[in-house]
């Protein structure tokens, strides 16, 4: 069975630091590009950020710029997202999305091949 598992997400208060973590399952996940997404009540799901598929380029929105990290290991079945200095609105359902194309990397949500559950993330002042 192909799934994503996302987990770490939790409730901090402001400037604080969460890790996110995606695990693969059923598939190899060296030959998918994998991207972080999130979507807050009344709002679509928006980009956070990507990997390709060993690792050697990140992007991310220009808001979490400096404050986010993605991480992975060539070969590994894991992709994290690191956040630091968390800010109030960063609180949202965080989703990691996983396709062989380059289309999480642009952004493009109708087009992933497979998608989490999705893990909550909020953060108080």
């Known amino acids: 069975q192909v799934q994503l598992v996302e987990s770490g997400g939790g409730l901090v208060q402001a400037g604080a630091s969460l890790r996110l973590s995606c695990a693969a399952s059923g598939l190899t996940f060296s030959r998918y590009c994998v991207g972080w997404f999130r979507q807050s009540p009344g709002k679509e799901r928006e980009f956070v950020g990507a990997?390709?598929?060993?690792?050697?380029?990140?992007y991310y929105q220009d808001s979490v710029k400096g404050r986010f990290t993605i991480s992975r290991a060539y070969g590994a079945n894991t992709v994290d997202l690191q956040m630091n200095n968390l800010k109030v609105e960063d609180s949202a359902v965080y989703y990691c999305?996983?396709?062989?194309?380059?289309?999480?990397?642009?952004?493009?949500?109708?087009?992933?091949?497979?998608w989490g559950q999705g893990t909550r993330v909020t953060v108080v002042s």
């Open positions: 999305a996983a396709d062989p194309s380059r289309s999480v990397v642009a952004g493009n949500t109708g087009s992933v091949e497979v």
């Open positions: 990997v390709t598929w060993g690792g050697e380029q990140t």
